[in-house]
């Protein structure tokens, strides 16, 4: 109804439309303002849903800013999690805190998450980020509701483009059997998503027929035309017996001509200047203070970077990437090598990717360009298949396609790729032994911003531990090249190769060996110019061990920290140090560990994701192969069993230690 003083019932403050849609274009300013400090977000969608945000936070819902836990009050739940900051500034305006402190967004230990942690920010209901999952809360919400005799009501923010995910119709069928009248679905229904339009990625259409068949009332409105919104709302309010869905038309990056109806800017943030402009088209020129917002936001990245250089272990020189004069390297997100790879296996015709609408990111949209008739077609069909966002059911399609001959392929962030639909993968796939490649993309902490829903850091374990797989995580670009076509082609069953959103170093070459389930081993041989020459590389098997102090047994980019870590040893220390790469997790090769482990003092294994991934197989495999033989001190590098959290890439690798220099830290501290 409003804005409430839960102790009287008063109402606080009442909105006439014409304030709505003042507030809401506020917000919109607040939003620009706080990408910009940010430098990452999503712009689009935050805008197509503000007007809706302003209807429901300011007058609709029952809230009460001063007492967000009251137990009467509405229920709101953002299953776009990615909108994270319109619900931030839903709150805001309402009056939980400044809207100017939503600045600090996307910032390492900022309250303000990329997608909301409901533990940092009172008022946010749940914590949300992996799409798809929203509507069934709601659910749950609402019927504990209905068996407590309780009067609030449980609004639920869905994207169209999320209505593919298959867990939300199964959340609609629920809503529908059990009557819940106290349940709204507002769906942003700006009909565009990361890939393009929702009708040619998958057509979720019609809409109103489909929820009306679980048994829905439906209202459809112009989500930018408060009147309607409002309407909208009441007509939910007044419905007994069903469940509403609120289908609002809105266009996405509404109120700023160079965003609105552009693809691109899903998952962009304007730069300072094109907020200013955004600003001034939004007529709130002096209205919103970019220049007080980014002081806000240096202000806490100061505190941020104290805390974290804090934590820094410390040494003669700055050893950091690119820092000396000396073993520079180039940088190259891991991701690239897919791409390139498949570029390339495209020739090949029974290559198939599908698309979970997130191509260009992962880069498996190279598969088709320069390539016009591998390109995704709508409706049509061709071998590039869109899917959508429905990560089991691409897992199913590509089982599919496996099962008759096809070598299908497709991805998306590793912790959607190798965790929802682990049951697919694990019954369909491996058990089946269906030839299907999965890439999880944006593995580990370096992920960035997103946050922690968006960092993969258990999927090494989810899958390595299904029977029969081969789990491949390069440790450069050119590595994860050679791993993708020997994993599309040499390789059999079930594949997931995992790969990092972050340029890292480069570290191989072309002629640095690859074999599937072999161990490379690095050896640094003295400082050069660039790292690259100063590291020799050749195949574990091929090794002959010299007795080093130190083995450090790495996987993807945590083989160059790994190497870092070699040259910061024999600075600090004239130390000799053996890096092992383990770039095949499964099948392991367990006669390199071995052989590190025997002929070593300290084995320190480093990963950037929960310590176990690597470090639990790597253990064991020394357990069960030394025999009576003397075991090496052993130490391990990785998350120590926490969450994940917004902050810049290079910053989440210092505050989770697992930088270069916290494994030679973990080297020495076992030395002594
Ligand atoms: C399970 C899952 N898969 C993929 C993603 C990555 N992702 C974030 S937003 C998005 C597109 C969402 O489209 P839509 O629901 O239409 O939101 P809007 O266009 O309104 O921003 C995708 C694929 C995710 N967050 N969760």
Excluded at 126 to 139: A, C, E, M, P, Y
Aim: hydrophobic share 40%; with cysteine; aromatic share 6%.
């Amino acid at each position: 109804m409003a804005l409430i003083d839960s102790k009287t019932g008063q109402v606080r403050r009442e909105y006439s439309k014409a304030a709505l849609e003042r507030a809401a274009t506020i917000m919109r300013g607040y939003d620009l303002a706080a990408l910009a400090c940010a430098g990452s977000g999503h712009a689009g969608g935050t805008l197509s849903i503000m007007d809706i945000t302003a209807a429901l936070y300011l007058q609709v819902a029952n809230l009460d800013p001063e007492n967000p836990g009251w137990a009467d009050r509405d229920r709101i739940v953002w299953s776009t999690g990615h909108k994270a900051p319109s619900l931030y500034l839903g709150l805001a305006m309402a009056g939980a805190f400044p809207p100017e402190d939503v600045a600090r967004l996307r910032r390492l230990g900022s309250p303000y998450q990329g997608h909301p942690h409901w533990k940092k920010i009172p008022g946010a209901e749940v914590s949300t980020g992996s799409l798809g999952q929203g509507l069934s809360i709601g659910v749950g919400i609402a019927l504990a509701a209905k068996l407590d005799g309780k009067p609030y009501r449980t609004y639920v923010i869905n994207g169209d483009g999320e209505l593919q995910e298959g867990q939300i119709w199964e959340a609609v069928m629920s809503a529908g059997h059990y009557r819940l009248d106290n349940l709204v679905s507002i769906v942003d229904k700006n009909r565009l998503q990361i890939d393009g339009w929702v009708c040619d990625v998958m057509d979720v259409d019609p809409l109103g027929d489909k929820f009306r068949s679980f048994g829905w009332h439906v209202v459809e409105c112009d989500g930018h035309d408060m009147g309607q919104v409002l309407k909208a709302f009441e007509e939910a309010q007044h419905t007994k017996g069903k469940p509403t869905a609120i289908l609002a038309t809105t266009v996405k990056g509404k109120g700023v001509d160079f965003m609105e109806n552009v693809a691109g800017w899903h998952g962009r943030a304007p730069t300072f200047d094109e907020a200013k402009n955004g600003l001034a088209q939004l007529g709130l020129n002096g209205e919103v203070d970019l220049a007080k917002m980014k002081s806000i936001a240096d202000a806490h990245q100061k505190e941020a970077d104290a805390r974290i250089e804090a934590k820094m272990p410390r040494f003669k020189k700055d050893y950091w990437w690119n820092r000396q004069p000396v073993m520079k390297v180039d940088m190259d997100p891991t991701r690239m090598g897919y791409g390139r790879a498949l570029q390339e296996a495209g020739k090949d015709e029974r290559v198939v990717c599908l698309g979970c609408d997130i191509s260009g990111s992962i880069t498996i949209s190279k598969f088709y360009e320069g390539h016009p008739e591998r390109a995704p077609k709508g409706k049509g069909i061709s071998r590039f298949l869109s899917v959508g966002i429905a990560e089991q059911n691409a897992t199913g399609i590509a089982a599919g396609l496996a099962k008759e001959g096809k070598l299908p392929t497709f991805g998306t962030y590793a912790v959607f790729a190798s965790a929802r639909n682990l049951d697919q993968f694990r019954t369909t796939v491996a058990y089946g032994e269906l030839n299907v490649l999965v890439a999880g993309a944006h593995g580990g902490v370096s992920v960035g911003p997103d946050g922690a829903t968006h960092q993969a850091l258990e999927d090494l374990t989810n899958v390595s531990i299904v029977p029969g797989t081969t789990v491949v995580a390069p440790c450069d670009a050119i590595e994860t090249r050679k791993a993708t076509t020997a994993l599309l082609f040499e390789v059999t069953g079930a594949k997931y190769l995992r790969f990092a959103r972050e340029a890292t170093a480069v570290v191989t070459t072309e002629k640095t060996p690859f074999i599937i389930g072999k161990a490379n081993v690095f050896r640094m041989r003295s400082v050069k110019e660039r790292m690259i020459d100063a590291f020799e590389c050749v195949l574990a098997d091929d090794y002959i061990g010299e007795r080093e102090t130190v083995a450090i047994i790495a996987c993807g980019p945590m083989v160059a920290e790994a190497m870092r870590a070699a040259w910061i040893l024999k600075e600090e220390r004239g130390w000799e140090t053996r890096v092992v790469n383990i770039h095949t997790l499964k099948p392991l090769d367990e006669t390199a560990i071995l052989a590190a482990a025997s002929e070593c003092e300290i084995v320190v294994t480093a990963e950037e994701h929960q310590i176990g991934g690597l470090a639990n197989p790597v253990a064991a495999a020394i357990l069960r192969g030394l025999g009576g033989g003397h075991a090496p001190r052993f130490g391990s590098i990785g998350v120590k069993d926490r969450f994940g959290e917004s902050g810049a890439p290079w910053e989440l690798i210092k505050e989770f230690e697992v930088s270069a220099e916290h494994i030679a830290a973990k080297a020495l501290e076992l030395s002594v």
